[in-house]
């Protein structure tokens, strides 16, 4: 495992700038994933780090060696992409076996058996392993080609949505075990995602990325708590972060140069009142079984936040609002923060 | 709706099927009736081969087959009455004819050139082709477009039309009558049809199997190989077949470009002449015989068939 290194990394596709000038660290031993939504460039940094893109500027370190111009073979990464890639006319086994069998690092056939079964029994595919890799459901696919990259000890693991197609209990089950195994491993990754939750619960840092430009690096609660700007805060939060212009909802003191305010559930207080005082009206509860979303209008604003299961409020209810330190953007949507 | 309606075609209606049905038999009928013909005339004797009307219902002999592979001569009566009992029932055959066995014919020489030049052909198309229809498909090629169109534009025009060019050529260059003239002139017209037809089958997969084993720690050439040329065999096999069956059947070069030691079966067939005129049956028995290697090379090969010449068709 090894430290890589991005610095002012530039991947250009015709007139589309993918990756523009990132600079990123990730640390030999730590877990990065990179946050944003389609097309923002998070695919293209992985095959960067890969070698399976050519970079237009910057360089990429893998150890400490400059590696921006060496072929994939030599760089010692392993990939899991988002269309798993599992070859075709072999069977789970052999698809398994395929990286520790290369010309670069031939391992002998015991010690191949024993890592790829050890390797399936984690991904408790140990029944699929005499199949042929077009045999398969999409989440053991997806499984495969996690263990695929598993199976060997690399400078560093990077995986493209490796959970995308997984169900959501295997999903849950994964992420602890991907996290339980790069722990244990020490292993270096980085790993992309859209999906905030993977974010948030396995990263030691999360990269949050758009149109190829790194918005914020830090760790997953700093991300949540201070995001820099808006982009950042409406990336992650379950329900998404609610927008409002000042002075809709009374918030106390608020910092000069704010235009916008970023409520999350937790800076929101809602409590049933009579007409008169009320801002706002509940307009629907939803009950989505692990969480409960009440939607207020506020005037012409539409407000989502969590309320218990049990809670007192139903529709049609007259409701005070009112928000406890809520973030604070200006007009281009960067933050503002009280001064002192 | 259930799944299965979702991408099948509406079912035909029962006459309509019954038409089809009675269409298909037809065209094997018509297809099929001349290969029997030559089959059952390797069979029948001279005089009965050229007997009018034709005989359906005949004596099966082996004396085409004999007279394939040998060559005979005439002998008086006297001659013969000298000569000690047959040893076998080929000196019997021929003796019955007045005649003695010569020596063997040119056959078996000229159905070895065959095998030579259309698997050598063959084998030297698929493989150029291949590597030119992966680089082709994959890496980026100066005026690729304009290269693929120059390839194609080779066989624009029927290959005879150059053959006078390609004849003086040859003298020059010492290549007339010769294995590796051959396989050259073949491989040159082959070669345009594999590339097209590869570069079809190396574009469907994807590239990321490549991309999975240059990460795995393979090289290109190493993914090409465990990779790209497993899940390009349909294209492969049905390449091969296309170049083989016309290496194969090709005449008219063979007639102006060998003569001897790399003539191929099928100028040296028709040539089989024997008393009064063409020995049909040894010519039959030549054409059957010649048929075999491509029959079998064709049934070997014959899944991967179906699907090269669908391909494209059905998306999977």
């Known amino acids: 495992m090894a430290e890589v290194r991005l610095s002012g990394i530039t991947k250009r596709f015709g007139e589309i700038t993918a990756v523009d000038a990132m600079d990123l660290t990730v640390a030999d031993g730590e877990f990065v994933v990179l946050l944003g939504p389609t097309g923002a460039g998070k695919t293209t940094t992985l095959r960067l780090v890969a070698g399976l893109e050519k970079a237009d500027a910057g360089s990429v370190h893998i150890a400490g060696q400059d590696v921006t111009a060496a072929s994939p073979t030599v760089r010692d990464v392993s990939f899991v992409f988002q269309q798993y890639s599992l070859y075709p006319h072999l069977t789970v086994y052999d698809n398994l076996a395929f990286p520790l069998r290369s010309p670069v690092r031939r391992t002998p056939e015991p010690e191949i058996r024993q890592r790829v079964t050890a390797i399936a029994e984690m991904l408790r595919i140990p029944h699929k392993l005499e199949n042929k890799a077009t045999q398969l459901s999409g989440g053991e696919m997806q499984r495969v080609a996690i263990g695929r990259a598993l199976v060997r000890a690399p400078q560093i693991y990077l995986m493209d949505e490796p959970l995308s197609s997984l169900d959501a209990k295997l999903r849950a089950e994964m992420r602890i075990e991907l996290k339980r195994i790069q722990k244990e491993l020490g292993a270096t990754l980085l790993y992309v995602t859209h999906d905030q939750i993977e974010a948030m619960t396995m990263a030691n840092r999360i990269g949050v990325i758009d149109q190829g430009r790194l918005i914020q690096v830090g760790a997953p609660r700093e991300i949540y708590e201070d995001p820099g700007n808006v982009y950042v805060a409406t990336r992650l939060g379950q329900p998404a972060i609610n927008l409002i212009p000042r002075d809709l909802i009374p918030a106390g003191s608020l910092p000069a140069g704010t235009e916008t305010i970023g409520a999350r559930t937790e800076h929101i207080r809602i409590q049933k009142v009579s007409a008169e005082r009320a801002q706002g009206t509940v307009q629907w509860i939803e009950h989505l079984g692990d969480q409960n979303h009440l939607h207020v209008t506020v005037g012409e604003r539409k407000i989502t936040t969590l309320v218990e299961p049990d809670t007192e409020l139903a529709v049609h209810d007259q409701v005070s609002l009112e928000l406890i330190d809520p973030l604070c953007f200006d007009g281009a949507g960067e933050r503002v923060r009280a001064s002192g | ?316």
């Not at chain 2, 076998?88 to 010569?102: F, G, Q, S």
């Not at chain 2, 003569?259 to 191929?264: F, I, K, P, V, W």
Request: hydrophobic share 50%; charged share 15%; aromatic share 12%.
């Open chain 2, 1 to 316: 709706m259930s799944a299965s309606t979702a991408n099948s075609v509406v079912e035909p209606k029962p006459w309509a099927r019954r038409l089809a049905g009675a269409a298909v038999v037809l065209y094997a009928l018509i297809t099929i009736v001349p290969l029997i013909w030559i089959f059952l005339t390797g069979f029948k004797t001279p005089p009965d081969s050229i007997s009018y009307p034709p005989k359906v219902i005949f004596e099966p002999s082996l004396e085409g087959y004999v007279n394939l592979f040998t060559t005979r001569t005439r002998q008086t009566a006297e001659y013969m009455a000298s000569l000690p009992p047959p040893e076998n029932w080929v000196e019997r055959l021929v003796r019955d004819r007045n005649m003695v066995i010569a020596g063997p014919s040119k056959f078996g020489e000229r159905f070895l050139n065959s095998i030579i030049i259309g698997f050598g052909s063959t084998f030297l198309s698929v493989f150029l082709g291949t590597l030119a229809a992966y680089a082709f498909s994959r890496f980026k090629v100066p005026l690729k477009d304009d290269l693929m169109f120059f390839i194609l534009s080779t066989r624009m025009m029927p290959p005879i039309a150059v053959a006078i060019p390609i004849f003086l050529m040859y003298r020059t260059l010492g290549l007339s009558d010769t294995h590796l003239g051959m396989i050259l002139l073949y491989t040159a017209v082959n070669i345009s049809l594999a590339v097209w037809l590869l570069k079809g089958f190396i574009d469907e997969i994807p590239k990321e199997y490549e991309e999975a084993a240059l990460i795995d720690g393979y090289t290109r050439l190493q993914a090409f190989v465990k990779v790209v040329l497993p899940q390009a065999a349909t294209g492969i096999a049905a390449t091969a077949i296309f170049c083989l069956i016309f290496a194969w059947n090709e005449y008219a070069f063979a007639l102006l470009l060998t003569s001897g030691t790399a003539q191929t079966a099928p100028p040296f067939i028709p040539t089989i002449i024997g008393e009064g005129g063409l020995d049909w049956p040894a010519v039959a028995a030549g054409a059957t015989l010649f048929l075999i290697p491509i029959v079998v090379f064709t049934i070997l090969l014959r899944k991967h068939l179906l699907r090269g010449i669908t391909f494209g068709a059905v998306r999977k």
